[in-house]
């Protein structure tokens, strides 16, 4: 039968990576290797859903209040006049808003510029929509964009730039000169953005996120997306958005209709609460996120990863494989499941580098691409102490992790 399996269906093969899921599953490891919280959902808001259900909200829902919501929140944090009305389209999760948003705007042949590493379903469903992912490196150990590399991948054929800003999976905030370059690049080539902002709410160290849309000339040729799956530790509630020129938000609501219909009723109804919640909810996410992302760092450095770049934003650690260490990250990461009972991402997975000429392949040193290890820290104190406690039963004398 598989033969009957379409052309896009055959290029999206689960990745090898799988494998060590179902690996850390039969080990009964603790999971860094998810990105969502092991931690409850604040009262508030999971009393709104529950309160929504028992008033019997169970039917096909769109509820404008979130795109009432939505707009004043936009016009605090990055000063954007959205009309509600017209410019949001409310989907399931930033992952469905995410692919309506490319559905409504890339056509087989385009190219769509994502920054590497990238979270990795964006070349999904580039590629889903026929488009074309052409990946720009960005370079270690900060993960630096150099301008040059973004212009240069910048063809006639170009429709969109993505950017993920806080970023999955380095914890990168892009600067405001990278984000001017991005901004400037969208411009003088004509090409759309769209913007990746889960992570909007979990920053660091005063950083701020500062929207793509917010640069002069921008908002007319930006697609936000965002949900409510990390700033409310419900990844499983799929109530998300893409913010958009009316024009686009309209074709993105259309694919949504005709692939979902709605965002889950209740779940809606509860972002209403969910999204008026008061400063404090939000610095006291940032803290807890920072004394988190504070403990993970001196954990794994002080057992000897190389931690080069400390996250300014989002809920990982893209921590490089100790100096002396020969194996790759997907061999370190098996034998971190099977000795530490620990699992992580290989962070190869998050790599790409199909758009290099073979000139360029053959002449730079992509061999960091198999040597870091992404950690999820959106995890309970206990979940990362009782990491530490497995870690520390499996150092050599020197307090360094020794895996065999
Ligand atoms: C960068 C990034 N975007 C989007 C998502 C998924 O968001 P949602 O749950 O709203 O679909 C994730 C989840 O890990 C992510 O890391």
Not at 29 to 39: K, R, S, V, W
Not at 80 to 93: F, Q, Y
Not at 131 to 141: E, F, K, M, T, Y
Not at 281 to 297: A, H, N
Request: glycine fraction near 6%.
């Amino acid at each position: 039968m598989e033969g009957k399996l379409s052309r896009t269906a055959k290029k999206l093969t689960s990745s090898p990576i799988q494998e060590l899921s179902h690996l850390a599953q039969r080990c009964n490891a603790i999971n860094l290797a998810e990105g969502f919280p092991d931690f409850p959902a604040p009262l508030h808001i999971k009393n709104a859903a529950v309160s929504a259900i028992n008033s019997d909200l169970n039917q096909y829902r769109h509820v404008q209040g979130i795109c009432e919501h939505l707009a004043k929140i936009v016009k605090e944090m990055h000063g954007l006049d959205i009309d509600p009305l017209t410019d949001v389209a409310i989907c399931c999760g930033q992952t469905e808003a995410f692919a309506a948003a490319i559905f409504a705007t890339i056509d087989p042949g385009d190219e769509v510029i994502l920054f590497d590493p990238s979270y990795e379903t964006y070349q999904g469903c580039v590629t889903m929509a026929g488009g074309v992912p052409i990946h720009v490196p960005l370079d270690p150990p900060q993960w630096t964009l150099d301008p040059s590399k973004l212009l240069r991948s910048i063809t006639e054929r170009t429709k969109a730039i993505v950017l993920n800003s806080p970023h999955n999976p380095t914890g990168k905030v892009f600067t405001k000169d990278e984000l001017e370059t991005i901004a400037g690049a969208c411009c003088s080539r004509n090409c759309l953005a769209i913007t990746d902002e889960v992570y909007e709410h979990i920053t660091y160290d005063n950083q701020k996120h500062i929207s793509l849309a917010s640069f002069p000339g921008m908002q007319e040729r930006t697609i936000i997306t965002s949900s409510l799956s990390k700033t409310f530790s419900v990844t499983g509630w799929r109530v998300g958005w893409a913010i958009a020129p009316a024009c686009i938000a309209s074709a993105i609501r259309n694919i949504h209709v005709i692939v979902t219909d709605s965002a889950p009723a209740p779940f809606q109804e509860a972002a209403l609460i969910a999204l008026r919640s008061p400063p404090e909810y939000f610095e006291s996410l940032r803290r807890d996120y920072q004394s988190k992302r504070d403990y993970i760092v001196k954990l794994l450095a002080g057992v000897g990863f190389k931690i080069q770049f400390i996250p300014q934003g989002s809920f990982f650690l893209f921590a490089g494989l100790p100096e002396n260490c020969s194996l790759s990250d997907v061999e370190f990461v098996k034998k971190l499941i099977l000795e530490a009972g620990v699992v992580a991402v290989p962070g190869q997975g998050f790599f790409h580098t199909n758009n290099l000429s073979s000139n360029e392949a053959s002449n730079a040193d992509y061999n960091y691409q198999k040597r870091y290890i992404r950690f999820a820290f959106c995890k309970s104190e206990t979940t990362l102490a009782a990491v530490s406690e497995r870690l520390g039963k499996l150092l050599d004398a020197a307090g360094h992790l020794a895996l065999h």
